[in-house]
C-alpha cells in the first residue's frame, strides 16, 4: 500500500489537467481613440489630462472581468518606477489589496503623492537608495492619479480594480486573458476616467470567446 501523501499527491496532479481544461479564454480587440500629437520620450506611454479626462497618449486600454472572485491569500505586490523623470508605466492596473512600491530609479530626489479618493498618501521625498523602498496598500477601487511634489510634469495612474482578472492591451488594441473561471460575467474596457464600454459574456468550460469593442 502507497503512503497516504503520495496517494493525495497523485489524486492532485491527476485532476490539474482537468481544471486547467475548464478554464476559459477571452481574446479580441478595442478600438483606441487616435493618439495625440504630442513628444513622447523613448516611445513611452505618459499620461494626460484634457478637459478633465485622464489618459494614456498614445492610447492604451485595460480590459477586466468583473465578478465576484475570492480575494487571493497573499496579497500581491507590483511596482511603479520613477525613471527619467517619468512613471514607469504611465498606467499600472493593479487589484484591489496590491502592495505597490514606489522605486526611485532617478539620481535625485522623488516625491510620489496623490489627492485622489480612492487613495490619498504623500509618500515625501526620498533618494533612489531609500530602503525599505517607499510603498502603498490600494485597498479601494477606483482611479488613483499619481503626481511628483518636486517635478511638475510627471503623471501616473493606478487603476485599482476588484477583480483579478485584467490585462492591457497592445498598442494596436488586442487583448488575451486566459485562466477565467467558467460562468456569467461583465467583460469591460477601460480607455480613460471618463470611458468604458462593458459586454456582458458567458463562459464555458475550455472555451476560448472572440469578443470586440467597436
Known sequence: ?????????????????????????IEGRVALPQATPAPVVNQRYEIVSKGGVVATNPPLAVVFLAGSFPKPATPPVARLIQKDL??????????????????????????????????RFDLGRYRPDERPVPSQTFDLPGLVTLRCDIHEHMRGVVLVLDTP????????????????????????????SKTTRAHAVELTPGATLRLDFP
Not at 1 to 25: E, N
Request: charged content about 15%; hydrophobic content about 45%.
Open 165 to 192: 482578472h485584467f490585462v492591457m492591451t497592445d498598442p494596436a488594441g488586442h487583448f488575451r486573458l486566459t485562466g477565467l473561471p467558467p460562468g456569467r460575467y461583465t467583460l469591460t474596457a477601460w480607455l480613460d
Open 1 to 25: 500500500m502507497l503512503p497516504r501523501r503520495p496517494v493525495l499527491l497523485a489524486a492532485v496532479l491527476a485532476v490539474l489537467p482537468a481544471l486547467a481544461c475548464a478554464q476559459a479564454t
Open 86 to 119: 517619468a512613471f514607469v508605466p504611465a498606467l499600472l492596473p493593479v487589484q484591489t489589496g496590491t502592495k505597490v512600491e514606489f522605486p526611485n530609479l532617478d539620481d535625485q530626489y522623488h516625491n510620489v503623492f496623490s489627492y485622489s479618493p480612492p487613495k
